[in-house]
C-alpha cells in the first residue's frame, strides 16, 4: 500500500531555532499533502494544503512565514518551523493524496519539543 | 468551510457491549467519511470509511451509518474489546481536498 515516511519521529530544538521536517511518498506521486498540527488531547487540526510545484494555502490563524511549507516535487515535501518557541511544541504530522482517488496516508508524526 | 461536530468526547462501556460515536458535518459537498483510531504518539489509522453514494458499511464489528438529509454520520462498535479502547476521530472531505476533524471521542472498554 500507499507508505509516507516522515522525518524525524521526534526533535528537540532550543527556542529561536528552525526545525525541518520532511515527508516523502514513496510509491505513489504526491500531488497534494496536508499538514496537520495536533496538541496534546485534541484533534489534528489542519495547518495547510500544499500542491506540488504551487505555493501552500494556510488555514486562517497559521503563520506563513513562520510555518513555512516545500512542495518542489511530487515525492517530497517540506515543514520548516522557523523561530521556534516553546507554545509550537506539538505533534506535526502530513497526509498525501494524488488527488485521484479518496486516498490519504499519513505520516509517522514528529513529535517537536522547543526549550 | 467545512466543520465536524463529534460527540460525545469520552464513552466508557463493558466488554461485549455496543458503542456508538455521532459525527456531525456541515459542507453538503462533503462526500467522504472516514473513522481513524489514534494510539497516543501514533499516526491515524484508518478503520472504517463511507462515501455519500451509499448509506451503511459494515466491516465484521464495526458499521458506519450515513446520513445526507441530516449531515450525520455514525461509527457503531459491537462486541466491544479492551484493546478497542483508543481515540476515534470522524472525517469529512471531497475527494482530493482536506480532511477535517472531528475533536474526537476517547473510548474505555473495561473488562
Known amino acids: 500500500g500507499a507508505v509516507v515516511s516522515q522525518h524525524p519521529s521526534w526533535v528537540i530544538c532550543k527556542s529561536g531555532t528552525s526545525v525541518k521536517i520532511e515527508c516523502r511518498s514513496l510509491?505513489?506521486?504526491?500531488?497534494?499533502m496536508f499538514w496537520y498540527r495536533q496538541f496534546p488531547k485534541q484533534s489534528l487540526m489542519l495547518m495547510a494544503t500544499?500542491?506540488?510545484?504551487?505555493?501552500?494555502?494556510?488555514e486562517q490563524g497559521v503563520e506563513k512565514d513562520k510555518f513555512l511549507i516545500n512542495h518542489a516535487s511530487l515525492t517530497l515535501s517540506t515543514l520548516t518551523v522557523t523561530s521556534a518557541h516553546p507554545e509550537d511544541s506539538s505533534f506535526y504530522i502530513c497526509?498525501?493524496?494524488?488527488?485521484?482517488?479518496?486516498?490519504?496516508?499519513f505520516g509517522s508524526g514528529t513529535r517537536l519539543t522547543v526549550v | 468551510g467545512e466543520n465536524v461536530e463529534q460527540h460525545p468526547s469520552t464513552l466508557s462501556v463493558q466488554e461485549g457491549d455496543s458503542a456508538v460515536i455521532k459525527c456531525t458535518y456541515s459542507?453538503?459537498?462533503?462526500?467522504?467519511f472516514p473513522w481513524y483510531k489514534q494510539e497516543l504518539g501514533k499516526r491515524p489509522q484508518l478503520i472504517i470509511d463511507i462515501r455519500s453514494n451509499v448509506g451503511e458499511k459494515k466491516d465484521q464489528r464495526i458499521a458506519v451509518t450515513l446520513n445526507k438529509t441530516a449531515k450525520h454520520f455514525s461509527l457503531h462498535i459491537t462486541e466491544t474489546q479492551p484493546e478497542d479502547s483508543a481515540v476515534y476521530f470522524c472525517?469529512?472531505?471531497?475527494?482530493?481536498?482536506?480532511?477535517?476533524f472531528g475533536k474526537g471521542t476517547t473510548l474505555s472498554v473495561s473488562s
Open positions: 459542507d453538503s459537498a462533503s462526500n467522504y
Open positions: 497526509s498525501a493524496s494524488d488527488s485521484s482517488s479518496y486516498g490519504y496516508t
Open positions: 472525517a469529512a472531505s471531497q475527494a482530493g481536498t482536506a480532511l477535517i
Open positions: 500544499s500542491n506540488e510545484g504551487s505555493k501552500a494555502t494556510y
Open positions: 510509491d505513489f506521486q504526491a500531488t497534494t
